[in-house]
Each structure stands twice: as structure tokens, then as C-alpha cells.
């Protein structure tokens, strides 16, 4: 997928002479950096969801296996 960004031309000026000196291409470090927040933010959803897990379980409420929450179905007027 194709993104446009806007930076101010220093500020894009300095990270490419940075990244050069690294050996890649600002492209390059922009999307390492993309994939670097996606996997923090995948692991920070699957560290809530164990511990809402937890906390279930300290419960005593079981969950049938594979379960997923459905907030249309917790939101359905019965």
C-alpha cells in the first residue's frame, strides 16, 4: 500500500542523510518503523486480552474454546 506524507523538507533532509549513513533509504526506515508500532501495538492487544483472560478466570467463568467477543451481540437488545 502507497501512503503520501508531509514533513517539513529539514526534517525529511536530516533523517535521509541519517538513514544513508545507516545504509538504507528513508523509505526503508519509515516502514521498519510502521512495523516496528504494528507489532507493539499487536502484543499490547494480545497482553489485554490474556489478562482479561485472567481475570475471567479469577472469575470462575468459563469460556467456551475459541471464543471471541462480539460487541454487536453484547450490544443486542433482547
Known amino acids: ?3 503520501t506524507l508531509s514533513a517539513p ?3 525529511i ?3 535521509r542523510q541519517w538513514a544513508d549513513e545507516q ?3 528513508l ?3 519509515i516502514r521498519d518503523c510502521l512495523e516496528e508500532k504494528a507489532t507493539d501495538v499487536q502484543r499490547e492487544r494480545q497482553r489485554k486480552a490474556e489478562e482479561f483472560k485472567q481475570f475471567l478466570s479469577s472469575l470462575h ?3 467456551p474454546e475459541g471464543w471471541k467477543f462480539d460487541r454487536e451481540e453484547a450490544n443486542a437488545r433482547r
Do not use: A, D
Open 9 to 11: 523538507p529539514e526534517t
Open 23 to 25: 545504509h538504507t533509504s
Open 13 to 15: 533532509r536530516i533523517v
Open 1 to 3: 500500500m502507497n501512503i
Open 27 to 29: 523509505n526503508q526506515y
Open 61 to 63: 467463568v468459563k469460556m
